[in-house]
């Protein structure tokens, strides 16, 4: 008979002691990492996904659907230094000071389907040698093309600096001969003030003193001859025409004219806007360059909180907002103090869908970014809820530009 080991009984129970120890060890160990994972650190926000829904279009890649991704490591050095010249004074987040100036470069826009490549001002410069791009638009388009700009003269420092055709601002990099340009329009229709002194009686006969008379089937001359000079053309309008604060619906409104004579009876804002987006369109089709490249940037959102700018409406968050706050502050349903923003693009897309221009889609990437205005560094008496800082989101902007501009050669 086999005799048993007197010490093997405890040298098994030794061995399963060990083994429990281990495993709560490993256990303890990854609760660690976990929590060490999700901590909020106190000077910094969490690394988070603040994420869109899902939507694939025929297998290709929806830039406009994804997550902006913070990451300490990432973007820890602007794209350009904020002592490019161009910078509007007001826009210049890192010289006022702003509190979380850095930060807002450190968020990155991941689409779902693929990844938004970083815009590379060399490779751009060589790719599209020869080329005139003009960004016509308001103020919002001259934000992203203030990006563009610092971008290049960053690692291009011959420029000559010109305005092409009646821009607001040009210029030409001499080495690539490539010309970028902004042309500042409101409205893309000519516009003005017109009185009754000089209306011939007819605007007393619509109980009207002052209004402001826009020609929806003519452009504005500050761009009217940039389509037959330019290559690639990125257009936006959208924020004057929902500003009774520059359009008084009651002291001055808009008195819309085809063909030199009134439309009457009298058009509300958003139908002269279909009117002019219609003229408009067909205007730059007409007059565009054989193989020119059209853009139409969607609607650039606002983030005024608690009133509107001239009602002591502020955008004090230092994080992108998450989905559910995005619903609420731009819904149509809630028909809030930035609602301008998806009311414009349902006009742009009716007018868009049959033209000749793409459709270059920053609204939603946008909503999300309420910590990206200058807000109170901006300078002025109220807080800059409408335009972006720069370095910042403008700059993500031109990587969907380019994205798009390389998806359209690559069909070609």
């Not at 600096?161 to 001499?174: E, M, N």
């Not at 001859?225 to 008084?248: C, Q, R, V, Y």
Request: glycine share 6%; proline share 6%.
């Amino acid at each position: 008979m086999a005799t048993r080991d007197p010490h093997s009984k405890k040298s098994a129970s030794n061995s399963s002691l060990a083994s429990r120890l281990l495993i709560t060890l490993l256990c303890l160990a990854s609760l660690c990492l976990c929590f060490s994972l999700f901590r909020k650190d106190a000077d910094s926000p969490p690394l988070t996904a603040y994420s869109t829904v899902l939507d694939k279009t025929n297998g290709s890649c929806n830039y406009s659907n994804g997550r902006w991704i913070y990451d300490p490591k990432v973007r820890s050095l602007p794209r350009y230094d904020h002592t490019c010249k161009e910078i509007f004074k007001g826009w210049n987040c890192i010289a006022s000071k702003k509190s979380n100036a850095i930060d807002i470069l450190k968020w990155r826009w991941k689409p779902h389907q693929c990844d938004l490549p970083m815009f590379d001002p060399l490779r751009f410069l060589n790719d599209f040698r020869d080329i005139n791009i003009g960004f016509i638009g308001d103020s919002l388009n001259r934000n992203m093309f203030v990006a563009l700009f610092c971008n290049l003269k960053r690692v291009s420092g011959e420029v000559k600096k010109w305005r092409p055709v009646g821009a607001d601002r040009g210029f030409t990099f001499l080495e690539y001969n490539m010309t970028i340009a902004y042309h500042r329009t409101n409205l893309l229709a000519r516009y003005g003030r017109w009185s009754a002194s000089n209306s011939s009686g007819m605007l007393e006969s619509l109980g009207l003193k002052e209004v402001y008379r826009v020609d929806a089937d003519l452009p504005e001359g500050t761009w009217a001859e940039a389509p037959s000079f330019h290559d690639i053309l990125i257009f936006n309008t959208g924020h004057w025409w929902w500003a009774p604060s520059k359009f008084d619906p009651v002291k001055s409104p808009m008195l819309f004219f085809e063909n030199g004579l009134p439309v009457i009876p009298p058009i509300p804002p958003d139908v002269g806007l279909d009117i002019v987006l219609r003229h408009m369109l067909s205007y730059v089709e007409k007059k565009a360059r054989p193989n020119a490249v059209l853009f139409f940037r969607t609607q650039s959102p606002r983030h005024f909180e608690g009133g509107d700018w001239d009602q002591g409406g502020s955008c004090s968050r230092s994080q992108p907002l998450l989905p559910q706050e995005v619903e609420k502050i731009f819904s149509i349903e809630s028909n809030g103090t930035n609602v301008e923003t998806r009311l414009v693009n349902k006009h742009l897309h009716k007018a868009l869908d049959s033209s000749r221009f793409q459709l270059l889609d920053v609204t939603h990437i946008s909503e999300f970014r309420a910590d990206a205005h200058p807000s109170t560094a901006g300078g002025k008496k109220h807080d800059d809820c409408m335009h972006w800082c720069l370095p910042g989101l403008t700059d993500t902007w031109n990587d969907l530009f380019v994205a798009h501009l390389n998806t359209i050669r690559v069909r070609n």
